[in-house]
């Protein structure tokens, strides 16, 4: 019996046992896998609810919109996807025609009949928008199309009377949203939208969704995308581990020809006009703490990872370039320019901070942004004199010299003495609300107390896990807060729609900022194609918000990027994230790698 | 005569009681008695820090807040234990730490004295349902794994008001600690009421017309005290440790230098050569809770009649 037991205790560890032996890699030595960590989980998989840069570089690899960015080309251009051709724009830039490509399919899935995925049709953009319009879903993707498509709010307001999910009539017309054909989509706009490209049809929030996938799962459909991708998913374990395997219904598409004359060189061309995707499967392993990735990255287990700050010294020198030893193991640098900002935010409801400009100038002038960006981000970052990041054509390069970014704690004594003047007494404690409670956060929230603390302001600092600060953040609760954008599309709309006062909490406008000029501004610029005389307006704006002081802006991201020889087309692109199908291993020099 | 007379002395002889008895048994452990100097320095080191905040004495020791160096300095003359990321002395930071560690500890001991100890009396004395009862609650508390069962306390009370007053920091891991660790004291001086409530000198003060309540508290709580004693040190180490591990996850102290943030940040900063801090507060852990894990057994085997020689 005894023996029985030992017998069955051995059967039961041996599996255990050789797995302990088996690396992230192993598997069929001709099978060519992507391997990726991700530093988060993934709240989902739906497109018409997708916002978040984690859940897109998954969902982007599965769902496909009808305009990408272009590969190779900078600066960056938009070219057919899902569509046919550019669209065609009526005289008075409200109609868009777009041709839809044939013989797109869905991916095999059992909601369809016989588990054959359909041809994807004109009426899937039309349903897959109406499904966002719809108030039943709650799509945070809806504010992108408020008030611009004609009949669509008026839809969102049909629904709205509807009891249930399930009484929605989709069929009903919306006279924006026509298909003449089941290759034509028209899309009438209530005024112009020059960026309508590129914000959203260009955006994941557009890409088609089959009727009869959202029918079949219900609510359960976040965890069981069905795009028209090359990439469909197979494993999802939440909280550990994604696997996406090539879909055999994709149509097939090309490596791209035409790139930037540096690319030639770089080895980016050399698949031009080969099929993709080249591999066969896209794993993606959550891991929350960035050195548990990296030490996978250095055992050859992930083809590419950023820099844990604490790792810096270790893979760069002091010259900025690769250390010796990594060059030695083959691993290739990129640095580049991320097109973001990151802020400590003021609230300008708050019955103090937002009556006073003195301390809010205070506040900036105490922080110092220098010292952050070299604590924090090993020197890499650039400080953020304004908001709009350095990638835009409208950025300011000399915005420098206006001084808002400042850092001088003797001037910042005197404006608070002006602030305590002007609130009648000493300012009360302050609240800076951190999205986050780890040791990043920990020390970010000590290095701003004292900053605080060095000018005579008394501050407290909140620490709180990302959903409960978001939710103070939409409803306007947060006194100060610590928070950042990423542009999603190569023009600064993203970074102004953010001070104009339609966007208020819970829209993009965080602080609650409002002024009459910076919305005339808005309004002016977003109806505008782009021009110099539109920049201009962009960098009025900028600077009339600047002048308010509603944020201490600090920085702007520079990313390093590490990946292996073996990770072929690495060409780092900021507005794209649906990339898998360009990236190549050679299995050979992985293989190698010890 | 005289030679027949003097060991008629000494059978009359007073008897020491058990706490003069422990008193002497624990003097003559020199190692006990090094332990017990350390822990009065720990303790004697809290109690100057908070006189010394509270009376605003400008004093450097305790300055933690000051930059001594560039960031991540090595250990040196100047900088003992080296800097952190802020440049601020990785020393002071630690001796700082002491005050976190030990207001923890004391606190949570109290609270779960104070939960545990009349409890226990009150379940073994009456029996029946209080006893049940009170069996029914300590034995759905400790068939929760201890640290999950703190964790989530933590994480409850963290940022709530009670009375007015946020719960932040340290008051809601001692709180925490406290409310989860009464369990093991109450069902010790349980047993003990039990054993001890149909003793002579109980039956006697019933006898008199005795309160139940004065029974309890003034007759028998009093003849278990050693027991609480012997918890309280041994169980204090734990509660410095919990600290630890509260503060390593994100849900102590935030604000001020604890050991176990200490390790949380060091944690990252090993790669990149940085040992200076965890090892400072790796080293004044591993000092209190040698002096305790000493002491308490010392005091164990001074204060347990059946060890009397």
Known sequence: MKKCFLFIVLLTLFPTLSGCKKSATDGNPDEMVLYHAIGTKIKGLDPGDMRDV???MVGSQIFETLYQYHFLKRPYQIVPLLAEEMPRISDDKLVYTIKIKRGVFFQDDRCFPDGKGRELKAGDFVYSLKRIANVKYIS???SMFDDK???????REYTRKCKKREDVDFSRLVEGLQTPDDYTLVIKLTRPWPQLIATALADTAMAPVAKESVDYYGRDIISHPVGTGPYRLNIWRRGSYIELVRSPV???????????PSDVKAGYLDDAGKPIPFADKVVWTIIEEAQPAWFLFLQGKLDASVIPKD?????ISGTGELTPEMKKRDIHLKKYIDPSTFWL???????MLGKNKSLRQAISLSFDRRKFIDLFSNGRDVIAHGFVAPLMDSYASKISEKGYARFDPDEAREKLKLAEQIHGGKIPTLKVSMPGTGTFYRQFGQFTKSNFDAVGLDVEIEYMDWPTYLGKLKSGSLQIFSSGVKASIPDAEDFLGMFYSKNWAPGSNSFNYKNIRCDELYKKIEVMDDSPQRRELYREMEITVLEDYPAVFINHRVAYTLRHGWYMNYKPHVFSYGLSKYRRIDLAKRAAYK | MNKLQKPAENIYQKGRSLWSDAL???RRQKLAMISFVVITFYVGFAGFIYLAESLDWNMQTISWEEETGDSYQPPSVKNVFGTDIFGRSVLRKTLYGVKISITVALCASFISLAIGVPLGAIAGYFRGVTDDVVVWIYSTLSSVPYILLVL??????????????KLTGITTVYLAIGLTSWVGICRLIRGEIIKRKESDYVLAARSYGCPTMRIIFKHLLPNVFHIIIINFSLRFVGFIHAEVILSFLGLGETDRPSWGAMINDARIELSRGVWWQMAAATAAIFFISLALNIFGDALRDSLDPKLKV
């Open chain 1, 54 to 56: 984690y859940s897109m």
């Open chain 1, 140 to 142: 945070q993707n809806w």
């Open chain 1, 149 to 155: 498509i004609v009949g669509l709010d008026e839809f």
């Open chain 1, 250 to 260: 994709f149509r097939g598409e090309l490596y791209p020809s035409e790139g930037e």
């Open chain 1, 311 to 315: 790792n810096f010294d270790e893979a």
């Open chain 1, 345 to 351: 935010g003021f609230n300008m409801l708050d019955p």
């Open chain 2, 24 to 26: 002497r048994r624990l």
């Open chain 2, 152 to 165: 989530a306390f933590a994480v409850v009370l963290q940022n709530k008001t009670i009375f007015g007053i």
